[in-house]
Structures are given as C-alpha cells and as structure tokens.
C-alpha cells in the first residue's frame, strides 16, 4: 500500500474495531460514512487488507490477527497524549 493507503488501512482496522465495540454491524458504506471516504476506497482496503491476513472482506469483520493489531493501534493513541505530556 502507498503512504496515505497504508495510514487509511490502519483507520480503517481501527474503525472497525470500533464499530465492533459499538455493537453496529459493519458494511462498507458504514465504514465509509465513519473514515470520510468513498465507498469504493474502503472495499479496496478490505480486499488488500483480506490478503494480508487482518480482515475477512466477506464479512466485514477483523481477523484475529486484525483484532490484535486493531486494539494494539487503539491502545497507541490513548497512551500517546500521555507520553507526550511527560
């Protein structure tokens, strides 16, 4: 993926770890909706991000391996203000 594909991409699994914890059934015009993207843009990411392994593009759902890195990413940012004011 291209530098500003590859930073969609991790939106995008945080996204849909997100709408996960939301209990919203993810489909791509919701993601869209949720990213600011077109459509189009996030059903590229969910097939490139299914060969990686970190999404099942079928059912719009994280893989396991996706899900650890989802929460992995989300954990980041919440600790990432933190750090920073240290």
Same mark, same amino acid.
């Given at each position: $993926? @291209? =530098? =500003? @594909?590859?930073? %969609?991409? &991790?939106?995008?699994? /945080?996204?849909?770890?997100?709408?996960?914890? !939301?209990?919203? @059934?993810?489909?791509?015009?919701?993601?869209?909706? &949720?990213?600011?993207?077109? /459509?189009?843009?996030? *059903?590229? +990411?969910?097939?490139?991000?299914?060969?990686?392994g +970190?999404?099942d593009e #079928?059912?719009?759902?994280?893989? $396991? *391996?996706?899900?650890?890195?989802?929460?992995? %990413?989300?954990? !980041? @940012?919440? %600790? !990432?203000?933190?750090? #920073? #004011?240290?």
């Amino acid at each position: $993926m @291209q =530098n =500003n @594909q590859e930073k %969609l991409g &991790w939106r995008l699994l /945080e996204t849909l770890y997100d709408v996960g914890r !939301a209990d919203i @059934q993810p489909t791509p015009a919701i993601l869209a909706t &949720w990213l600011d993207v077109p /459509e189009t843009h996030v *059903q590229e +990411l969910l097939f490139r991000l299914d060969a990686q392994g +970190l999404v099942d593009e #079928a059912r719009c759902r994280l893989t $396991m *391996q996706g899900l650890v890195l989802a929460v992995s %990413l989300h954990g !980041a @940012q919440r %600790l !990432a203000p933190l750090s #920073a #004011a240290a």
